[in-house]
């Protein structure tokens, strides 16, 4: 039998209040007594983000949704997923990474969590639904906030 995971919410809540630090000119609200997660960080669109961010811990996952994306980083009892989790969301809030949607006519069937890479853009999480493959024209929109302006 495995050993069960112990998560330090109070680690997990100095990650959130570092993010939250990290971005002083975003109206970002911190819940530790939500009825549905262990802790809750609210980033509602504002000046200086152009959409809706929810980044939350439930038991040891950590969540990061904007737009159609959601994706869990875990265990969050181990210190690279903590770096990593906090590099993504600190990406996307700053605008240097991006999330790509997908839709099938008005639809969301994909989207990705993507970091600058040479003259591209590498993928580091994706969100999909189970989607036929229907010969219905694809397109994309970029969820991306204007570098500089969160911080």
């Not at 112990?6 to 000119?25: E, W």
């Amino acid at each position: 039998m495995m050993p069960k995971r112990t998560v330090d919410k109070k680690a997990i809540g100095q990650l959130l209040n570092d993010i939250r630090s990290a971005f002083p000119h975003l109206e970002i609200k911190l819940e530790s007594d939500h009825p549905h997660v262990d802790l809750n960080l609210d980033i509602p669109q504002q000046s200086g983000l152009k959409f809706d961010v929810n980044v939350n811990l439930q038991g040891d996952e950590l969540h990061l949704s904007a737009g159609h994306f959601w994706l869990e980083w875990f265990p969050c009892s181990d210190p690279t997923v903590i770096q990593a989790f906090r590099e993504a969301v600190c990406g996307l809030l700053s605008g240097e990474f991006r999330i790509l949607e997908y839709y099938r006519g008005r639809r969301a069937i994909k989207a990705e969590l993507q970091r600058p890479s040479g003259e591209g853009w590498q993928t580091i999480g994706t969100w999909s639904v189970l989607s036929l493959p229907i010969p219905w024209h694809v397109t994309t929109k970029e969820l991306r906030n204007i570098p500089g302006t969160a911080r």
